[in-house]
């Protein structure tokens, strides 16, 4: 599937930014413009400690994380207090035990393993923003 597939959020009424949590500021850049150039709004951090804010969490729909950067485990993220919805999260690893490019490893988590091509990321930050893992 080409990137051309894709179509840009409508009206989402449900909360449409994505947070993106990666040391690396290369790659933060590279994924926050992938992601606005498709219509999200895009939170960039170093780890999740804005996170800790409910204000911060109420706004966002999907969390794309390396592996091991979160302050929180994705169960608790799913699982915790943030007005009762969960977050998804998207963990990018380069784990040499993967099986499948992407992986869904409980409900609600998907393992995006590197390298992965833009068209990977957008299906999983789709998925889970429609809240389909």
Known sequence: MSLSAFTRPSAITRPSSVCIIDEDEAVRDALSALLQAYGYSVLAMTDGSALDSPIARHEVGCIVAEAGLLRQSPEQLQDGPNGGRPIPVILMTRS??????????????ILLHKPFSPTQLLNAVGAAMDGIV
């Open 96 to 109: 040499i035990s993967k099986r499948t490019p992407v992986e869904r490893v409980r409900p609600g988590t």
